[in-house]
Structure formats: structure tokens, C-alpha cells
């Protein structure tokens, strides 16, 4: 097949970028021009926010299928749909778990009940859209400056799904993680069993919270599978791995993986230092299912969480984050709360 890539350089694209061309399939990158294409890629340069200016280029090239890696606004999906009408046959969009409406009960930006979890793709989506305030989109910005002032994966989605000329598949990609995590999400843990600490807080809360997540090989893999499998034409997928762990629980696996000795601590969300509770409600967790991608596509992940883990912690220890994306750590206040819990 011939597969076109829109941002597919990074942290994920490199690694579908790999997958696709094990399977022998004909690739091409459309991107800024700032990161270097793998071999035997071929190279379109261009701008996202003006995708239809690179009409020639796309016809050159005549892909079958589309992976985008950068939907984030409605508009511009529309832009990109449209540019690749009577070229392409199918369009592979990357989504977010936060499309759901538990995300936003999460975030308190929707009311009612608790959602059900497990969330499958027929569980509601958000009424309401953009769903981060604009700290937090300019927060993300710095990491990913794809993100637009309107960010918002619903509107894409229904562009992706509801053109009458290109066939669309939807995949709800959850916390990624693995070398090269920018969010470096498993770093806060390792960085304290790596300081040398005996005992780590945990906030009651965020200890039973509970979140999709998948390792970057094995979301690369769901997205090649879904790529090629002309089956998804028309199809929703999540993509996680499969139980939706605890934060507690996640860390019970990265600290055995480090063969820690200590102990984790739950206190309640009062009696722990300010900097470690998560914002919002924790009550709505966001696990998820991703059993149709596995019954549909036969989606079965490469890697193990084992093997995911180790290679994670490893790449955490010799890459730490910079200063500007180092979460707050205090171990004083954090002693101090264990020193007032055992009084």
C-alpha cells in the first residue's frame, strides 16, 4: 500500500513509520522539514495549517491511505478532508480518550452522574467543547506546537467520520508512554526510588484513580493495524492496553521493575503536601476497553507491560526532563506528612 504520514516524525510516527515499513509499504512524510525522514520515506514538505497549498504533491505521490498524526481542530480537518478527496480512499485519525464525556466531569467542565467504566466507543462524548482552559493549551503548546487555540479532537472526528468521499477510522489513542515520552509520565516514581526513597505518598484519591495508558510500540502497532486493515474503514477504535490500572497500582509495577524495597503510603487527600493531589474529580476515572480493535483487527500488543516498563525506566533514568517540565518535587513536606500521619 501507499501510506501518506501527516507529522508522523515524532515520538509515535517514527515507530509507525517503522512498523509499516517491516510490512513492505510504499511511505511518504509530509511535514514541516525540521526533523530528518527515515530512508526510503519519501519527503513532502509543507504546512499543516494550509494543507491544500501541497495539492500537487499529494496527487505525486497518489497514497491509498492517510495516517493523521495532527488533527486538532475541526477546521483544519476539513481542510485536509477536502485536499485529499479523489486521492486518497481512506483517512486515519489519531483521537484522545478526552473526547469522552467522563474527561470532562473529570476536568469539571460537564455536570451529572458518574460515567460508567469501563469506556467503550459508545460511551457519551463531552457536550462541551475545548476541553482545557487556555493555560493548560498553552502549557501543551510548548511540548506539541501543533495544538491550535481550538483544540478539540470531537469536531475532527465528526469531519473524519461523515465525509461522503473519503472513508474515515477514528482512533481514541490513550496516555502514551515509552522512550521518548516528552511527558515523561512515569518519571515521577523513578525518580524517587532513584533519589533513594524509602517511602513515596500517595494522595488517597489518586491512588485508586484509574487511566487508560499504552506503550508507544503498541499504540504504533494499533495504528499500522488499523492503517492497513481496509476493515476499519468506517470504525471507532480505542486503543489502551488492557486493565486500566490504578496510579497506585502502576507504581506497585514500575517499583518491583526497580527492584525497590520500599513502601508506598495512601493518605487522605487532606493529610498530603498540596503538590501531589490531582486536580479535579478523581471519582470519574477514565478506564477503558479496548476490546473491538482486538475482536475487529486481531490487535494484539508486541510488546509485554513488563518488557514496556523495563525499557521505559530505563530511558527515564538516562533522560531526565528538563527544568521546565520537571513536576514539583518536596521531600521535606513530603516527610513532614508521614512524620504527622504516624503521631
Not at 44 to 53: A, E, L, M, V
Not at 118 to 144: A, D
Not at 189 to 202: A, L, N, Y
Amino acid at each position: 500500500m501507499r501510506i501518506l504520514l501527516i507529522g508522523g516524525s515524532g515520538f509515535i510516527g517514527s515507530r509507525v513509520i517503522r512498523a509499516l515499513q517491516l510490512q513492505g509499504h510504499t511511505l511518504a512524510l509530509f511535514h514541516h522539514g525540521t526533523s530528518t525522514v527515515p530512508d526510503r520515506v519519501t519527503e513532502i514538505k509543507g504546512d499543516r495549517h494550509q494543507f491544500s497549498r501541497s495539492g500537487p504533491e499529494l496527487k505525486a505521490f497518489a497514497p491509498d491511505v492517510v495516517i493523521d498524526f495532527l488533527a486538532s481542530s475541526g477546521h483544519e480537518t476539513a481542510e485536509v478532508i477536502s485536499a485529499l478527496r479523489g486521492i486518497a480512499n481512506r483517512v486515519v485519525m489519531l483521537s484522545s480518550i478526552d473526547v469522552y464525556r467522563a474527561v470532562g466531569i473529570s476536568h469539571g467542565t460537564e455536570s451529572g452522574p458518574l460515567q460508567e467504566v469501563p469506556l467503550t466507543e459508545e460511551s457519551e462524548l463531552r457536550t462541551s467543547l475545548r476541553p482545557y482552559t487556555l493555560e493548560m493549551r498553552e502549557s501543551s503548546r510548548r511540548i506539541f506546537p501543533w495544538i491550535t487555540a481550538d483544540y478539540d479532537k470531537i469536531p475532527s472526528e465528526r469531519v473524519v467520520m461523515n465525509d461522503p468521499g473519503i472513508r474515515g477510522t477514528v482512533l481514541r489513542l490513550p496516555m502514551t508512554y515509552g522512550p521518548g515520552d516528552r511527558l515523561h509520565r512515569v518519571y515521577p516514581i523513578v525518580k524517587r526510588i532513584s533519589d533513594g526513597r524509602r517511602r513515596i505518598v500517595f494522595p488517597q484519591t489518586l491512588a485508586a484513580w484509574r487511566s487508560p495508558r499504552g506503550y508507544v510500540e503498541n499504540v504504533a502497532a494499533a495504528i499500522a493495524t488499523a492503517a492497513i486493515d481496509d476493515r476499519a474503514a468506517g470504525r471507532i477504535y480505542n486503543v489502551c492496553e488492557e486493565p486500566s490500572f490504578s496510579e497506585l497500582e502502576w507504581a506497585q509495577k514500575i517499583a518491583a521493575a526497580m527492584n525497590w524495597t520500599g513502601s508506598f503510603t495512601v493518605l487522605p487527600d487532606d493529610k498530603t503536601p498540596p503538590h501531589l493531589p490531582r486536580p479535579g474529580n478523581a471519582a470519574q476515572h477514565w478506564s477503558a476497553s479496548s476490546a473491538r480493535i482486538r475482536k475487529e483487527l486481531g490487535y494484539i500488543e508486541p510488546v509485554s507491560i513488563g518488557e514496556a516498563i523495563r525499557r521505559t525506566i530505563e530511558w527515564e533514568i538516562n533522560n531526565p526532563p528538563t527544568a521546565g517540565l520537571v513536576p514539583p518535587f518536596d521531600y521535606a513536606s513530603e516527610d513532614a506528612a508521614l512524620a504527622r500521619n504516624e503521631r
